[in-house]
């Protein structure tokens, strides 16, 4: 069924003011503070948590 009317300008900002991009939320790791997702392994040094590493290999 189509819209009897058309929705303002107003409206419609208001509906799609929630869909704006947030940051990505980065945390510093532990071991060698490179920026690395919360909850995941990081990139540069493979740390999980204590006890846990991930062997990394290197580009070159």
Known sequence: MLPKR?????RTRIRRSHHAMRPINYADCPRCNSPKLPHA?????GYVRPGLSLKVEKEG
């Open 41 to 45: 392994a990081c990139e540069n040094c």
């Open 6 to 10: 058309r929705q303002s300008r107003a």
